[in-house]
């Protein structure tokens, strides 16, 4: 990347709230060789931002949401344009109807105390107090948030934008990006061209060059994507109502726009807020009207209409229910009679925003193009706070929080279609204001991912979800009859209907089984990469041991082949430079447990490495991320002459199971030739097996604390397979096994999950699995004050067992005010009759783990539970049992 005093050459295109913000931030980094191209004019340009009513309510369950939206107001707060504000803080009311959301409202002030955000369930009467005029009839109550606010989306343009250009950046309004240029995997610049705004018929275009290039393009980012890159990004436009009342007697003038709390009326999915004399009104009741790229209107037609590209004209006919629901509100919008009375039709529109299939934003890099990024699908909520991010990510590598859940390459390219991004964003625009579980899977497209064993598991009953496409069995109706559901020595106590939901106490039938006799569970999903390296000299039988293979892995000292070769030489050199935790196995068939860090030494993931040759590796990974960085690393690398690394997917064609519990040996052992005794297949170990004939890679690993395998095949071999593990193991009692149970299992076995226990804002330490860094890697962790916890991830077991935590809770010391931290996972541990959270805690002093034993609360809908902080794991410390 060509570098100068003023850093490297940047393109930014487009100039709404989030273009404005990332090149504001990257001129006060030091990033001065910045130009911004807009295909519209300064500063209203026509995009969502010219248009969206700014509303800025901070809470979210996804914690990293949260801390955007606080970015955006701290930098907001207190800013003006011409002497006109940009941010005001006029708080926020979320209403409640039914009993159902009163009791979501509670929840999110959980969400709002372990995030940091000031909130208040508050009576009918004071939300009267607060609103005057507003009909509290039928409510129950609301959550007052009172820092949050109301952003101008065009001032907050103006302002970063004219302080970027203060600060060296270049504006090019008016002038549309017609490629983005790259050589090789190196973006190089971009085509650019002047909008015919005279209508002249002149087309010129000029090359601008760059080193970096951001797309911000937001509603053209998807037609974008698609033509100039070959890119379908999971992201829909969706039209939404919003309409206007005549002018009635709020008190507030033009200028000063609004004064009383922002109001979310979610049970009829609808927000209001005043606009000067005005109440402003935006509806999400009505059916999802998706918008097509050719659907939005070119620069062109907004140079000669004026009529904003994000603005389409109102359905009056699908904004109605929300209206009338408005008039019940606020009687004073009732005004001569029924229907449209006191609705401004010819002021209100449909504008145009971007959902995704999570609701979250698409940022980072785009995986393959170095020097390629985006930031797309970003509200006026978070905008100013993705430019912090954007620009820290983009100057220094670190964005400064966890953007697992943010990245653009967080969905499984095999899925994104655009099929599947336009029914996964109708879909995530119907739920907007739903009370959503947070173990509910989407309800579109199932079925596009099914394994091998799919129709076995229908005929067993399953109960499924959805995850990355995949069809995966939470529990089986079959094991109805597997004895009494207990909870350790104890009957099953019945859940409420929340925690209830997506789950069966068949779950505990189910993990009791395992536990104590053999369990089957479908691991087809688990996301599983092969690398190796060809064109270098290896031993005659040596050959890449993979699930699709036949040949054997041959158990040989791989020191004998040299390291400074291939697959091995690269993760060594991962291990030298700090990125990767340990060193891959010195011995063929040897498996690693490690995780992939970061510059600063934090988590970006965890891996499990299984040698099958000197030369080639099957990984087990968490995801298209951990796939992207690897690419990115290997881009980097540079191999030996003639060499050449290949990543490629293990996980398509194959299917995977897991075969765990007491008997699972047993269970195996009838379907091979090969002697499975500990001392000829050890923990940790892989070997390809010929399992009732069909070529099997099994890993002896566990993430549920028993014996067993990890046991992967070509899918045409799957169904066999399925059918003869079953068959083999009727003596034994095997039983398919769910997700539901495993996920308890883990969590009995303190098995951290990443993503959830932890992700790249925590240290090794921090998080308990530095046990998992040698060599290298902690002396760089060392070197970098890694190793010195700011806070612990520990263990929680509440007081009742009986009562369950679905994650996100606020822990605190008994009777205290201020949350010591917050849960990440939870459930009840079936087999050690608890209930078990981790969770993260702020050190009891400089950094120190709180003491075994030291009592806790935690929130949970609103009513303190009490709990202790605990040793880990729960189930056998010892390991002994999938060590057997």
């Keep these: 990347m060509a570098q100068h005093s003023r850093g490297p050459r940047v393109v930014i295109v487009g100039l709404g709230v989030v273009g404005a913000a990332v090149a504001d931030e990257l001129v006060l980094r030091g990033w001065t060789d910045v130009t911004v191209v807009e295909q519209g004019p300064l500063f209203e340009t026509g995009g969502s931002s010219s248009h969206a009513p700014g509303f800025v309510f901070q809470t979210s369950p996804n914690r990293a949401m949260t801390q955007l939206a606080q970015r955006t107001l701290r930098k907001l707060d207190g800013l003006s344009v011409n002497g006109e504000w940009v941010s005001k803080r006029v708080g926020g009311i979320e209403l409640a109807t039914t009993e159902e959301r009163l009791r979501e409202l509670r929840r999110r002030q959980g969400f709002a105390q372990s995030w940091g955000v000031p909130a208040q369930l508050i009576p009918p009467e004071q939300i009267a107090a607060l609103w005057p005029g507003l009909d509290t009839t039928g409510l129950l109550g609301g959550l007052h948030t009172p820092t949050d606010a109301v952003v101008k989306g065009v001032r907050a343009v103006e302002f970063q934008a004219r302080r970027a250009e203060a600060g060296g950046a270049t504006l090019l309004p008016w002038t549309r990006v017609s490629a983005v240029n790259t050589s090789g995997s190196q973006v190089t610049g971009v085509q650019i ?62 200028a000063t726009e609004v004064v009383k709390p922002m109001l979310r009326h979610q049970d009829c999915a609808m927000y209001l807020r005043e606009w000067g ?340 590796y099957h990984l087990g990974i968490n995801g298209p991320l951990d796939t992207a960085w690897l690419r990115a690393r290997i881009a980097e690398h540079q191999p030996a002459a003639g060499e050449t690394l290949q990543l490629t997917d293990a996980g398509t064609g194959a299917c995977g199971l897991g075969l765990w519990g007491p008997q699972a040996r047993t269970v195996l052992q009838k379907l091979v030739a090969e002697d499975l005794s500990d001392e000829d297949f050890k923990f940790y170990r892989a070997r390809q097996l010929r399992v009732a004939g069909v070529p099997v890679l099994a890993l002896r690993l566990s993430y549920v604390g ?119 996972s939870a459930d009840q541990g079936y087999t050690v009759g608890e209930s078990i959270a981790y969770a993260w805690l702020e050190g009891s002093a400089q950094g120190a783990a709180r003491s075994i034993g030291d009592p806790v609360e935690i929130a949970c809908f609103g009513e303190r539970l009490p709990a202790v902080v605990a040793a880990e794991p729960r189930f056998d410390p010892g390991s002994t049992r999938m060590r057997g």
């Design 706 to 824: 028993e014996l067993g395998w990890e046991l992967y095949a070509p899918a045409e071999f799957g169904r066999f397979l399925w059918d003869a593990l079953m068959d083999a193991g009727q003596a034994q009692q095997i039983r398919p096994v769910g997700r539901r149970a495993f996920e308890s299992l883990r969590l009995e076995k303190g098995f951290r999950l990443w993503g959830t226990d932890m992700t790249r804002e925590h240290t090794p330490v921090e998080a308990g699995v530095d046990f998992a860094v040698t060599g290298e890697a902690a002396k760089k962790l060392a070197a970098l004050g890694a190793d010195v916890p700011r806070r612990r991830l520990q263990c929680l077991v509440l007081e009742d067992p009986a009562q369950v935590l679905l994650g996100h809770e606020p822990v605190f010391a008994p009777g205290g005010t201020d949350p010591l931290g917050y849960v990440t």
């Design 193 to 254: 061209c002047p909008v015919d705004v005279e209508g002249s018929g002149v087309d010129t275009s000029e090359t601008l060059p760059a080193d970096v290039v951001l797309l911000c393009a937001g509603l053209w980012g998807p037609g974008m994507a698609r033509d100039q890159l070959g890119l379908e990004l999971p992201m829909l436009p969706v039209e939404h109502g919003f309409g206007f009342s005549l002018p009635v007697s709020t008190g507030v003038d033009a």
């Design 277 to 616: 004399d005005r109440i402003a009104v935006g509806a999400y009741e009505h059916r999802p009207l998706p918008v097509t790229p050719d659907q939005i209107a070119a620069a062109e037609d907004f140079a000669r209409t004026g009529i904003h590209p994000a603005v389409h004209p109102f359905t009056a006919e699908d904004f109605a229910p929300t209206w009338a629901e408005a008039q019940r509100l606020l009687p004073q919008l009732a005004r001569g009679g029924e229907g449209a009375a006191g609705l401004d039709a010819a002021r209100s529109f449909n504008g145009i925003f971007s959902f995704t299939p999570d609701g979250g934003p698409l940022l980072g890099p785009v995986p393959g193009t170095a020097g390629l990024w985006m930031a797309q699908s970003v509200w006026v909520t978070q905008s100013a706070g993705v430019g912090e991010v954007m620009a820290d990510w983009m100057t220094t590598g670190d964005p400064g929080i966890d953007t697992h859940g943010l990245d653009l390459g967080r969905f499984d390219p095999a899925v994104v279609s655009s099929r599947w991004a336009q029914e996964q964003g109708e879909e995530s625009y119907d739920e907007v204001y739903d009370i959503i579980h947070p173990k509910a899977t989407t309800l579109r497209m199932r079925g596009l991912r099914t394994s091998a064993f799919h129709p076995r598991q229908q005929e067993l009953g399953a109960v499924f979800e959805s995850a990355a496409g995949w069809e995966r069995p939470l529990w089986f109706e079959s094991n109805q009859g597997l004895g009494e559901a207990r909870l350790g020595d104890q009957p099953l106590p019945d859940r409420d209907a929340w925690s209830g939901r997506h789950w069966s106490p068949i779950a505990a039938r189910e993990a009791r089984h395992l536990r104590e006799h053999v369990g089957l569970v479908d691991m087809s999903s688990l996301s599983r990469l092969q690398l190796h390296s060809t064109g270098h000299s290896t031993a005659v039988g040596t050959q890449p041991c993979t699930a699709v293979g036949t040949q054997p892995c041959t158990a040989v000292d791989a020191d004998a082949d040299p390291e400074g070769h291939g697959a091995t030489a690269f993760l060594l050199d991962l291990h030298a430079r700090g990125l990767l935790s340990r060193r891959p196995s010195r011995t063929v068939g040897g498996i690693v447990y490690a995780l992939l860090l970061d510059e600063r030494g934090r988590v970006l993931s965890d891996i499990t490495l299984a040698r099958t040759g000197p030369q080639s």
